[in-house]
């Protein structure tokens, strides 16, 4: 199975900060890399999709980048409403598997 | 508006089985693939099970290949998760999750659409 490491795991930051999160594959997927964003008590949100793509609706201050092992989130411009946690998932081989997450909280 | 609702979950003992349904409104079900993926606060989010649009890909986890059976009916607008052989460690929330892409395949490139999910809690 693909193993998908986010880091950090956990992440302060303020208002109006750039924040980066990354995700690791143990073996290259190409760019089939989804991110979500899950409040608490919801089901995840799709943010990005083939690692740049952005979801309709999902404001353009999120971005993905990265191909084979080694992709990255940033949110620019941080708002209060992006406090959440960040997951990424790999679907280029089943099982489809996810990353353990990154929670983004304020500091 | 894209409307996924499980529904199905509840206690039950080991061994014994349980089925999850989701509705589907708001889309033409029979052109997407669906999935079902759970999540635990131990194990995070764990993929289950995806069926392609007219049902010929199927595809599970190992961890439920064989107990497991993931079924859907479009003339329904339905997905189905029939569980036999419950364990301990299938206590989870479960999600149904949608295709984002248009296909007869199961290739996909996200999910776009999640329902709320339905608790499943096996014990004793």
């Known amino acids: 199975d693909i193993q998908l490491t986010q880091s950090p795991s956990f992440l302060s930051a303020s208002v109006g900060d750039r924040v980066t999160i990354t995700c690791r594959a143990s073996?290259?997927?190409?760019?089939?890399l989804a991110w979500y964003q899950q409040k608490p008590g919801k089901a995840p949100k799709l943010l990005i999709y083939?690692?740049?793509t952005l979801q309709i609706g999902v404001p353009s201050r999120f971005s993905g980048s990265g191909s084979g092992t080694e992709f990255t989130l940033t949110i620019n411009s941080l708002q209060p409403e992006d406090f959440a946690i960040y997951l990424c998932?790999?679907?280029?081989?089943?099982?489809?598997?996810f990353g353990g997450g990154t929670k983004v909280e304020i500091k | 508006e894209v409307q996924l609702v499980e529904s199905g979950g509840g206690l039950v003992q080991p061994g014994r089985s349980l089925r999850l349904s989701c509705e589907a409104s708001?889309?033409?079900?029979?052109?997407?693939?669906m999935h079902w993926v759970r999540q635990t606060p131990e194990k995070g989010l764990e993929w289950v099970s995806g069926?392609?649009?007219?049902?010929?890909?199927?595809v599970y986890a190992d961890s439920v290949k064989g107990r497991f059976t993931i079924s859907r009916d479009n003339a329904k607008n339905s997905l189905y998760l029939q569980m036999n052989s419950l364990r301990d460690e299938d206590t989870a929330l479960y999600y149904c999750?949608?295709?984002?892409?248009?296909?007869?395949?199961?290739?996909?490139?996200?999910?776009?659409?999640w329902g709320q999910g339905t608790m499943v809690t096996v014990s004793s």
């Open positions: 069926i392609s649009s007219n049902s010929g890909n199927i």
């Open positions: 073996q290259g997927i190409s760019r089939y």
């Open positions: 083939v690692a740049s």
């Open positions: 708001g889309f033409i079900f029979d052109d997407y693939g």
């Open positions: 998932q790999q679907l280029k081989t089943y099982p489809l598997t």
């Open positions: 999750a949608k295709d984002a892409v248009l296909q007869q395949q199961l290739v996909p490139d996200a999910f776009d659409f």
